[in-house]
């Protein structure tokens, strides 16, 4: 186990058998941290002999836990890896030798050009691959395991997200918002338990998913809790955030962001350092790392403190769902909404021969044929499974190790396991564009959160001479990409963008859709330069 020591595992050689877990487990209703969780991992799954219990024993207990964990136990001459449902935080491995770390570093190998190909398109390498040939990472609800007849780990799927032998029980909509209404404070209660009176810090934007986290710790009646907002200079969120603090009674810091200081902090070591540690799999976010400094140098954060955003309220919601045709309800269509989705970061890299490849690639996730015929709703579980597993589990989760890296916990309980199951199930014309969601917002108003009057989105952060080009621009060449060439750096994520000038930028953003470009892009060449 070639494992990074400061990224908070613990490790225990617990009856002559090596454990290592990061985060903590409910099993049956009880929490499990530290000793104790490796404690009930070695009573589950070791035998009296010291050898694994069979595959089916691992998969029923991992299927069973829920929580935010990973783990590896060496028993004898055998590895079991394991992760939970949403790959908390991820394992590698190499099939070639006995070698398991929770960093790239440790096993890298030559360099697979598929893979950084991938990486440049989306910002995150897709299925089981990693950067480097003969090393692979554990998928969302997967282990792994590796027994001394073996030469090589055997991955087993425990869990797949709207693959559930669980059906719609036909419940109408006031009893669906009823269930749901349980399911959140039964879940928040639990948390606030878990909590036991600790700072809570929540991101806080005009949105409804960290909203519903703060009204719904409210709810529950929580108390220390402190929110922040982040962004440029006059954002319309930020004006929108201070309106739900100011509602909901609650602390609240404003941290503005100038792209100049970001750059330069971006350029500085402790960044650097976080950045690499936060690229292995995805592009690292970089969204909350400044205003976490800005709190932490005004010396407003404790040691203590717990962070809770709203990852990923919106994707389980159904608010990612495609608008869907029933005439274009096949999977060639499925694929094309795919990969203008979430592998267009750069439009020049979307050659016959690049899409070819990636289809092929998607095709083989979903277990597909191009000329299948799927209905309505196939079509929109098809593409909530391939985001679940590509873009939310590798991307998204991704975010939390900022919160790591500055060493605070965190909690995602818009991911639940029981939110997942309870969303998985419901009937896609109740999802697409949160038809539910909303409706239970609008009926229940958890926190009293949902019925303030706030700003409709605007551009008051973008300089005013850049709107006016862009709206000439509009007029007389409708087709050209003015913003996405010239403007995008002014704009919402000017202070994310990689570029030291702004004629760095204009040198390379012929064809980037957005500052992940940029990003996915950077990792791409700093893996090449490296080798």
């Known amino acids: 186990m070639l494992l990074e020591s400061n990224q908070g595992w613990k ?227 930020i004006r929108n955030a201070k309106k739900i603090a100011q509602k909901a009674n609650v602390k609240w810091h404003s941290c503005i962001y100038d792209p100049r200081k970001t750059k330069n902090e971006f350029n500085s070591l402790n960044a650097r350092d976080y950045y690499r540690a936060a690229s292995e799999s995805a592009v690292p976010a970089m969204n909350d790392f400044y205003a976490i400094i800005q709190l932490k140098k005004k010396g407003l954060i404790s040691d203590d403190a717990v962070f809770i955003n709203g990852q990923t309220g919106d994707f389980l919601t159904g608010g990612h769902i495609p608008e869907i045709n029933s005439n274009d309800c096949n999977v060639r269509n499925l694929v094309n909404k795919i990969i203008t989705k979430h592998h267009s970061l750069w439009s020049q890299l979307k050659t016959k021969t690049n899409i070819k490849l990636l289809s092929n690639e998607i095709l083989s996730i979903l277990n597909l044929d191009a000329d299948d015929v799927i209905s309505k709703d196939e079509f929109a579980k098809l593409y909530e499974y391939y985001e679940w597993q590509e873009r939310q589990c590798k991307f998204v989760v991704n975010g939390q190790r900022i919160y790591e890296w500055f060493d605070y916990d965190w909690k995602l309980p818009l991911w639940d396991d029981r939110l997942m199951s309870f969303w998985e199930t419901i009937p896609t014309e109740l999802k697409v564009n949160r038809k539910l969601f909303r409706k239970y917002l609008e009926l229940y108003n958890p926190g009293l959160l949902f019925d303030l009057k706030l700003d409709l989105p605007d551009y008051r952060h973008i300089p005013w001479y850049w709107k006016v080009l862009t709206s000439l621009s509009r007029k007389l060449f409708p087709k050209y990409p003015f913003q996405e060439n010239f403007v995008n750096y002014f704009s919402t994520y000017a202070p994310f963008h990689p570029h030291k000038n702004y004629w760095s930028f204009l040198k390379e953003s012929k064809g980037s859709r957005n500052s992940v470009s940029f990003h996915a892009k950077l990792i791409v060449d700093r893996v090449r330069d490296v080798g």
């Open 11 to 237: 490790h225990s050689d617990f009856k002559k058998i090596g454990i290592y877990l990061k985060g903590n487990f409910y099993y049956k209703n009880k929490l499990y941290s530290d000793i104790a969780a490796i404690e009930k991992l070695y009573s589950i799954l070791v035998n009296k002999k010291l050898e694994f219990v069979s595959n089916k024993e691992i998969h029923s207990f991992v299927q069973e836990i829920r929580g935010n964990f990973s783990f590896v136990i060496e028993a004898k001459d055998s590895i079991l890896i394991a992760v939970d449902k949403i790959r908390s935080y991820p394992i590698y491995y190499s099939n070639g030798d006995k070698y398991v770390s929770n960093s790239l570093k440790n096993l890298k190998g030559a360099i697979d050009n598929l893979s950084l190909l991938e990486m440049e398109m989306s910002g995150f390498v897709l299925n089981d691959k990693t950067l480097y040939k003969e090393i692979n990472q554990l998928l969302p609800g997967e282990f792994a395991i590796r027994r001394s007849e073996s030469s090589t780990f055997s991955r087993i799927r425990y869990y797949k997200y709207g693959y559930t032998d669980k059906t719609y029980n036909g419940s109408n909509e006031n009893m669906l918002m009823g269930q749901l209404h349980e399911l959140h404070i039964e879940i928040f209660s639990e948390l606030i338990k878990f909590l036991d009176g600790r700072p809570v810090w929540v991101p806080l934007s005009g949105g409804l998913d960290s909203r519903i986290i703060l009204a719904l710790l409210l709810e529950c009646g929580y108390e220390n809790i402190s929110t922040f907002s982040y962004g440029i200079k006059n954002f319309w969120e």
